[in-house]
C-alpha cells in the first residue's frame, strides 16, 4: 500500500534521486502488485452506460479477467511464506514433510471446526428479523413504495404454469408492483408456456440483447436498468415465496433504516422426492436455521442467496450491481454490499424452492457455485489491505476467508484425506501411518468424530424444526453427500483453472418434481 512504500523510503528519500526513486516503486509494483491498488475513482465510479456485456463494475471487482498478475504474485508469495515454515517445521521437530502437511491439514481441520461452533453458538437467541401479522394488515395500500421484482427466466416452459401461479398470489397492489421477467430472443416457449398460463397484464417481459456473456446477472444487471422500484427483489423460475413477503419486507425496511438487504429463509418443496433431495434440504436447513443466525450476530460479511433477497434499490446502484462474470453473483454480491457498508439482516419469511433431484443436475449445480466461490475469493483477495480496510478488520477478513475460500478449500481437502483414508485400509501402508504422529492422529481422529457428530446433530435439529423429521433416515447416506461435496469442487476448481476464460454459465433444470407426478402441485 502507497502508506507502507512511503514509510520504507522516507527515511533515504534525501540520498535517491527521483529516478532512481520511480525505479524502486516501479520494482515494487511489480514484485506486489497486490499492494499497489487502483485509484478511488477507478474502483468506485460505476458506470451504468455499458452495453457490450453490462458490467458496471470495474475489472478491479470482477471475474472478466480471474487470474490477474494481482492474485498470481499474491499466491506465490504465500506458497513461499508457507514452504518456509514447513521447512522450519522439518528442521526443529524432525518431522517428515508429509507429516508436517498432514499436521498443518489437521490444524487447518480444527480451526474450521472450531469457527463453526463459535457461530454457531453465538446464533443461539438471535432470530430472524419478525414482522407480525398485524403490522403487515396496517399497511396501507396507497403508502405501500413500488417494488421492483426481478424474475431471469431461461427455457423455463415446464414451470411456466408454477411462476405465473406463484407470483400472482403476492399480496401487493399490482399498480405498486413493478415485475420484470427476463427472456432470451430464442425462447418462445417459456413466453407462450407465460402467456397460456395466464401472465398478468401488469408483468412485463423484457427481452434480453443477444450478447456474451449468457448468464443470469447479465440478465439482472439489463432489468435493473429498467427497475423503478424502492426496494428489489429477485425469484428464480421455480420460487414459491410466501404471499406477504414483500409487505412483510418493507415493514422490515421501514423499521430498521440501517438493514439494507434481506435475506429470506429458504425451503424446499419436493425434500421427500428421493435421498439427494432430502440430503439438499437437511443441508439448507442447518445453514438458514442455525448458521446464518450466527453470521448475523458476529456482524460478518454473508454470501447472499441466489434468489429471495430484498435489497434497498439504492444500495445495489451504489454496488454497481452484479458481476455478469461471476457464476455465483449471489456470493459476490454479498461481500462487495459489506464493502460499501450495507448490512444484511434474516427476515422471518419462506421461499420454497425446488432442490435439484437428479445426481447430474445436482453436480452441475453445485459446480457452478463452487466454481463461483472461487472467482469471489479470487476477486475480493487481489488486494487484501485494501479488503480489510473496506471490510473494517482483520476479524472480518478472516471470516471472509472461512467462508468462501475456506469452504473450497475444505472441500478439496476432504478428497485427500478420503483417497488416504482408502489407501491405508487397502494397503495398511506403513508410509501412510507414519505422516500421523500421535498429536495429529488425536486432534484428527477428535474432529473427525466430533465434527461427524456435532454437524449431523445439527441438521437433525434443523429438520425437526421444519417438522421433517422423516427424511431422518437418510443420514447415514451423508459421508457420501459429502463426498458428492468435494467432487463437485473438483470439477469446478479444473474449470477454474482451464477454463477460467469460457463464462459458461451451468444452467439448472428445473420441473423434475413435476415428471413424477404431473397431477401435484407442490403448494406452501
Known amino acids: 500500500m502507497e502508506r507502507l512504500y512511503q514509510a520504507l523510503i522516507t527515511p533515504f528519500a534525501h540520498a535517491w534521486a527521483p529516478h532512481a526513486r520511480m525505479r524502486l516503486r516501479r520494482a515494487a509494483a511489480y514484485l506486489f502488485p497486490f499492494l499497489f491498488p487502483p485509484q478511488e475513482a477507478q474502483r468506485y465510479a460505476p458506470t451504468y452506460q455499458r452495453g457490450g456485456d453490462y458490467l458496471f463494475l470495474s475489472h478491479t471487482h470482477s471475474a472478466r479477467a480471474l487470474w490477474t498478475r494481482e492474485i498470481i504474485m499474491l499466491a506465490a508469495w504465500c506458497t513461499a511464506a508457507l514452504a518456509v515454515l514447513f521447512a522450519g517445521a522439518v528442521w526443529v521437530w524432525d518431522f517428515s514433510v508429509g507429516a508436517v502437511v498432514i499436521g498443518a491439514i489437521a490444524l487447518l481441520y480444527f480451526g474450521y471446526f472450531s469457527f463453526k461452533v463459535w457461530v454457531i453458538v453465538r446464533g443461539r437467541g438471535h432470530p430472524p428479523l419478525a414482522v407480525s401479522q398485524a403490522q403487515v394488515r396496517a399497511l396501507r395500500d396507497e403508502e405501500l413504495p413500488v417494488y421492483t421484482v426481478i424474475v431471469p427466466l431461461l427455457r423455463e416452459a415446464e414451470v411456466a404454469a408454477q411462476i405465473v401461479r406463484a407470483l400472482s398470489s403476492l399480496d401487493y397492489p399490482p399498480e405498486k408492483l413493478d415485475l420484470i421477467v427476463t427472456l432470451e430472443e430464442y425462447d418462445t416457449e417459456t413466453l407462450a408456456a407465460l402467456r397460456r398460463a395466464g401472465m398478468p397484464p401488469h408483468w412485463r417481459v423484457l427481452i434480453l440483447p443477444d450478447t456474451l456473456p449468457k448468464s443470469k446477472p447479465k440478465s439482472l444487471n439489463v432489468a435493473f436498468l429498467e427497475a423503478r422500484g424502492e426496494y428489489t427483489v429477485l425469484y428464480d423460475a421455480e420460487i414459491i415465496p410466501d404471499p406477504d413477503q ?279
Open 246 to 524: 414483500l409487505k412483510k419486507a418493507c415493514c422490515a425496511f421501514a423499521t430498521h433504516p440501517e438493514v439494507s438487504v434481506l435475506q429470506t429463509r429458504l425451503d424446499h418443496y419436493n425434500a421427500d422426492q428421493n435421498a439427494l433431495t432430502a440430503l439438499f434440504n437437511a443441508e439448507f436447513a442447518f445453514h438458514y436455521d442455525v448458521f446464518l443466525p450466527g453470521l448475523e450476530a458476529l456482524h460478518f460479511p454473508v454470501p447472499l442467496s441466489g434468489h429471495s433477497v430484498h435489497f434497498r434499490t439504492d444500495a445495489l446502484r451504489r454496488a454497481g450491481g452484479w458481476d455478469p462474470y461471476n457464476v455465483a453473483e449471489d456470493c459476490d454480491m454479498g461481500i462487495r454490499l459489506f464493502r460499501i457498508g450495507a448490512r444484511m439482516r434474516v427476515l422471518d419469511s419462506f421461499s420454497r424452492e425446488e432442490a435439484a433431484s437428479d445426481l447430474g443436475g445436482w453436480l452441475r449445480q453445485r459446480t457452478r457455485w463452487m466454481k463461483g466461490f472461487i472467482q469471489t475469493s479470487v476477486v475480493h483477495l487481489r488486494y487484501p489491505f485494501l479488503l480489510k480496510r473496506d471490510l473494517g478488520s482483520w476479524r472480518n477478513v478472516a471470516a471472509f476467508i472461512a467462508l468462501v475460500p475456506g469452504t473450497v478449500l475444505l472441500n478439496l481437502l476432504n478428497i485427500i484425506t478420503l483417497i488416504l483414508l482408502v489407501a491405508w485400509f487397502a494397503t495398511s501402508s506403513s508410509y501412510i501411518q507414519s505422516l500421523y504422529s500421535l498429536p495429529v492422529l488425536y486432534l484428527s481422529n477428535v474432529v473427525a468424530f466430533a465434527g461427524l457428530f456435532f454437524f449431523t446433530y445439527l441438521n437433525l435439529v434443523a429438520l425437526f424444526r421444519r417438522s421433517r423429521p422423516h427424511l431422518l433416515r437418510y443420514f447415514p447416506l451423508t459421508p457420501l453427500y459429502w463426498l458428492l461435496l468435494a467432487a463437485a469442487t473438483g470439477r469446478a476448481s479444473w474449470q477454474s483453472v482451464r477454463k477460467a476464460q469460457q463464462h459458461v454459465w451451468e444452467k439448472t433444470t428445473h420441473g423434475t418434481h413435476l415428471v413424477r407426478d404431473k397431477h401435484k402441485h407442490y403448494e406452501q
